[in-house]
């Protein structure tokens, strides 16, 4: 995991081909707190309105 997944998150043409264990990794690395409810991972962060709420499809994150 590296700037890769970050540039691939904000060009946002590849929603699905990101590993959800990478996306998770980069959400904490950038001062994400994550709580899990189900299959849900709910990432919020200070200063920051909106919640993340991503789920895993098989080994990758799943597109929306």
Do not use: W
């Not at 690395?29 to 299959?39: A, C, D, I, N």
């Not at 709910?42 to 597109?63: C, S, Y």
């Amino acid at each position: 995991m590296g700037a890769s997944v970050l540039v691939r998150v904000l060009k946002g043409t590849s929603d699905a081909g990101i590993r959800f264990h990478d996306l998770c990794t980069l959400l904490r690395r950038l001062g994400f707190t994550e709580r899990v409810k189900g299959s849900h991972h709910i990432f919020t962060r200070d200063g920051i309105d909106e919640i993340l709420n991503v789920q895993p499809k098989g080994t990758m994150a799943k597109p929306y």
